[in-house]
């Protein structure tokens, strides 16, 4: 037995159990939220905000956003992020400072992304950000009939 419990925990056994236990753990504190999916942009509604999440538990949040447009004419999007306090049971206070960061491969915080071509795009919220609620609006520009946003955007976080 005194044998045993060594070779157990021997070099290749030992990396192959820490393998494990690290996708484990990813897999087990890591997760995503779909706000937008397929969400189209065109003369009604020319905005729409997204269900309100819960953030109080998570960290690391990122996002990854995919605009579409279909034009005749010229269209555009902005997307803004949204923090939100609870101030009564039946109110929240939000905030939009400049909480997003390397959007568009801006290094500068900014209070909204923009998009004005077919485009994919990741960016993140700074860690030091504290806030109970999280929600997004996407508002389109010179959208109509035949000038159409399609968006899509995934947030993931960590526990």
Known sequence: M???????????????LIFIFLILSCSLFAGSHTLFNSDTLDASPTSIVSDT???STYRNISFGAIYDETEVG???????????????????????YDIIMDANGTD?????????A??????????????????ATITGTGTDADDIVVFWLTMFYKY
């Open 53 to 55: 999440v819960d953030i």
């Open 118 to 135: 077919d485009d994919e795009d990741f960016f993140y919220l700074p860690g030091e950000l504290v806030g109970e609620k999280l929600r």
């Open 74 to 96: 010229g269209v555009s999007a902005a997307l803004t992020i949204e923090i939100g306090v609870t101030v009564s049971s039946d109110s929240i206070t939000w905030f939009d």
């Open 108 to 116: 500068a915080p900014q209070a909204s992304v923009s998009f004005t």
């Open 2 to 16: 005194g044998r045993v419990l060594p070779a157990l925990f021997s070099g290749a056994i030992m990396k192959r």
